[in-house]
């Protein structure tokens, strides 16, 4: 049997549209990031492709992503924490286009 992975990435944040390196700081997704995160739910079901979980890391805008594609599938949201982003470190926060 083979294993397919899809990799959806969470849908816009206000440190997305600021350009700002946000790894481990839980950003919350803006009104437009959670319209994305239907629309790809949406599409996946679409598909009617033989999805059988879906995965998130613990940060809030990939557990809102994963929770809108896994309601579209008709599944529950599991949590992995080494899906988690990498941090920065002291460049979190900071612009992206100064580093």
Do not use: C
Request: hydrophobic share 40%.
């Amino acid at each position: 049997m083979e294993t397919h992975i899809i990799l959806v990435r969470h849908g816009q944040t206000p440190a997305n549209i600021d350009k700002l390196w946000h790894g481990w700081t839980d950003t919350p997704l803006t009104d437009e990031g959670k319209q994305q995160a239907q629309k790809a739910g949406a599409r996946l079901a679409s598909e009617h492709l033989d999805i059988t979980a879906v995965y998130a890391s613990p940060l809030q805008r990939t557990k809102d992503t994963a929770s809108a594609i896994a309601q579209a599938l008709a599944h529950n949201v599991k949590l992995h924490p080494g899906l988690k982003e990498y941090g920065v470190g002291v460049l979190e926060g900071g612009f992206i286009g100064l580093f």
